[in-house]
DNA sequence: GGTGGATTAAAACGCCTGTTTGAAACAAGC
DNA sequence: GCTTGTTTCAAACAGGCGTTTTAATCCACC
């Protein structure tokens, strides 16, 4: 009875990863059950057939993936500290999913972008509340905003830090490997969230040299 | 000899079509021929196999891809003008790829996605010129700022717009379709040219209202 | 040791894929 | 009218796919 529990797992595992980095479709269940030493048959015995196997996957993959960082965002926080945290953690997500021991996430990026019938509860239980909790930190820099504002504010977000990982293999050939690796965690963080912040009127805009400098110190400066 | 071109042109157009919205793997050559009213036979008579017609698919999309909208970015006009303009046609074409006769501008992006041989030419010809065409007009904002820099502040544009495409699907479920549809082509270009020149510290920033108000007219404004 | 349900294993089943075959249809030159 | 070269067609091919079958194996329980 455990080790058939046991070869559950690594099927779903194996399905995970499987799914992860080739989709639905081009995913082999051959090559799923070789990966998780397990027979073909088996994942017929344990779920049924290919579309049920990738469903449970799925949940797997969101089961451990929220929780930890929802608190990451300190509620006693100023809102431009929130904003950054958020960003910081995100971000940290999306460029972490390059690490190919990471498919859950992959996986969740994966079904965003092409939703199948896995994806309710996904979007309800990990999607929606950060999409709720970033609509909330905004919500306090422009508490009389439309929500159609709100709305683009936060794809403006999203969208700035889910393109790196989107476009990392056309960013590779448009400004070499080194060119991204040096677009590392903590200069992007820094950047999204000054452009970001800059734009909402908290932080002082990007200057002639691309630096965002506090006000204090913008005086007199020669050069 | 007429009606031979005429059957590879149909097959190059069907083989667009059904590849943009399917990818290379999914797309079934059979599809390609129905589209086509060709027979099997005819791709493999007048392409050899199913890579090289999709190599050729690509070529044709990118072929009659570019061009016009290069000049639509007057190099006279100010650095904050050309920037709307710029993100304005990049939106536009992003939010015209929903169109099912614009196979061109959606296969052209799943290359971007997933490279493969025949996007050498694509990144060569069509994204790079694009690519540094917005960094130059980044460029007159920040003329002293470094390549870093200036290349995550094109990816923080290039992000934004591309996200209202990639992200079509999950934020038709996070904000409804009529959400979406409130986002259209002139809120948009606005939003995003706003949230892009206040970072730059051209355009006042967002206000408590979620609105770009210029500054003439904020010296006393109640409620 | 025998029994019965749970799990695994090998092989085969249709089905669909990209590709190839060999013949038919067509147009042009002489 | 025949030949020549090009293009189309229906049919078949080999291979991979998800799935199913059937038998073998395991393991707790009596």
Not at 113 to 127: C, V, W, Y
Not at 162 to 191: N, S
């Amino acid at each position: 009875m455990e080790s058939s529990e046991a070869t559950r797992d690594r099927l779903l595992q194996a399905a995970g990863e499987e799914f992860a980095c080739k989709g639905f479709e081009c995913a082999r269940i051959r090559e799923i059950c070789i990966r998780a030493s397990a027979n073909v048959a088996a994942v017929n015995y344990h779920f049924g057939d290919k579309e049920k196997l990738y469903i449970e996957a799925v949940l797997e993959a969101h089961r451990c993936g929220p929780g930890a960082d929802e608190e990451a965002v300190d509620p006693m926080a100023g809102p431009d500290d929130q904003l950054r945290s958020f960003i910081r953690h995100f971000l940290g997500r999306v460029l972490a999913m390059q690490a190919p021991d990471d498919w859950r996430h992959r996986l969740m990026l994966r079904e965003m972008l092409h939703p199948s019938s896995a994806s309710d509860a996904l979007i309800r239980e990990s999607i929606r509340p950060r999409f709720d909790q970033l609509k909330a930190i905004l919500r306090r820099f422009c508490p009389e905003a439309e929500n159609r504002r709100l709305n683009a504010l936060a794809f403006s977000v999203i969208g700035q830090c889910l393109h790196y990982k989107m476009a990392r293999p056309i960013a590779e050939r448009l400004i070499g490997t080194e060119g991204v690796e040096a677009l590392d965690l903590d200069f992007l963080t820094d950047h999204i969230a000054t452009f970001c912040l800059a734009a909402l009127g908290v932080t002082p805009p990007f200057d002639a040299a691309g630096e965002s400098v506090p006000e204090k110190s913008q005086s007199s400066a020669g050069s």
